[in-house]
């Protein structure tokens, strides 16, 4: 049984994780859907990195962060879950975010930014510090990559910044040599 002293400045012990609670109810209670907030604080430093494929990719753990941030996928087509977003990324504002369904061979996550792939790969320099270079010279629309695996590519009239890597099963190990 908890010894009840009283602080000397006369407030109940209990009154305070009372009022503490009785707010956070209240403020769940009267927030607004989590996709009518928007991204998260911590959005950039989450998401960043994983596009920019120096983070592990974790499909749960980014369908889940992105459905608490934007609310469920509004379309689920070409292998991914797809959420409609007013966000911006290395300083440029994003369209989508997506990640993997993982019905591939690939884990993918990647975001689709309202520039062109040129002023993104630009941008993400400048902000981040990846080279992204162009893969065939000469061709108006070609990818960029960089050395870290990320690509940026043209999606409509957009550009399209994703980090994808092979999905490789591990064979199950031999029992050990007697």
């Given amino acids: 049984m908890r010894n009840l002293i009283l602080?000397?400045?006369?407030?109940?012990?209990?009154?305070?994780?009372?009022?503490?609670w009785l707010t956070a109810v209240g403020m769940a209670v009267l927030a607004p859907s989590a996709h009518a907030l928007g991204p998260r604080p911590d959005?950039?430093?989450?998401?960043?990195?994983?596009?920019?494929?120096?983070?592990?990719?974790?499909?749960?753990?980014?369908?889940?962060?992105?459905?608490?941030?934007?609310?469920?996928?509004?379309?689920?087509?070409?292998?991914?879950?797809?959420f409609r977003t007013k966000?911006?990324?290395?300083?440029?504002?994003?369209v989508e975010v997506f990640v993997s369904d993982q019905s591939s061979e690939w884990d993918f996550v990647g975001a689709v930014f309202k520039v062109k792939p040129d002023e993104l790969a630009t941008a993400v320099q400048t902000a981040a510090g990846p080279v992204f270079v162009k893969t065939a010279t000469g061709y108006q629309y070609s990818p960029y990559q960089a050395q870290g695996s990320s690509e940026i590519m043209w999606q409509n009239k957009n550009a399209k910044l994703l980090c994808r890597r092979h999905v490789t099963a591990m064979p199950p190990l031999a029992p050990p040599v007697r």
């Fill in 7 to 20: 602080p000397t400045n006369g407030c109940i012990p209990l009154a305070r994780p009372m009022a503490l």
């Fill in 43 to 82: 959005f950039g430093v989450t998401l960043g990195p994983a596009v920019l494929c120096r983070d592990k990719l974790e499909m749960k753990y980014l369908y889940d962060y992105l459905s608490t941030s934007f609310g469920p996928a509004y379309k689920r087509e070409q292998g991914a879950y797809w």
């Fill in 87 to 94: 966000a911006q990324l290395f300083g440029k504002e994003l």
